[in-house]
């Protein structure tokens, strides 16, 4: 039950950010903006999600890099 109320309280969350973040760039009300946010966060869901698979990709071949670098840097030293 928890775990339902805390998975509600993040999407509420959400959803007043995306509307406060919409209402300062628009000026419109705030269900209008909440509404409009939404559909724009859905719109481009797919791009966002795309962004953020990429960036972990980068980041995870960067923790590697720097893995085997110092990996092979202190294999030369000893």
Known sequence: MGCC???IADIIDFL???AMAFM???GDKFCTSAWNGFMISMKHWVKFWFALDIGRFFTTMGILSITFSSTIIFYGLS
């Open 16 to 18: 007043d950010e995306l």
């Open 5 to 7: 109320i805390s998975c």
């Open 24 to 26: 300062a760039v628009s």
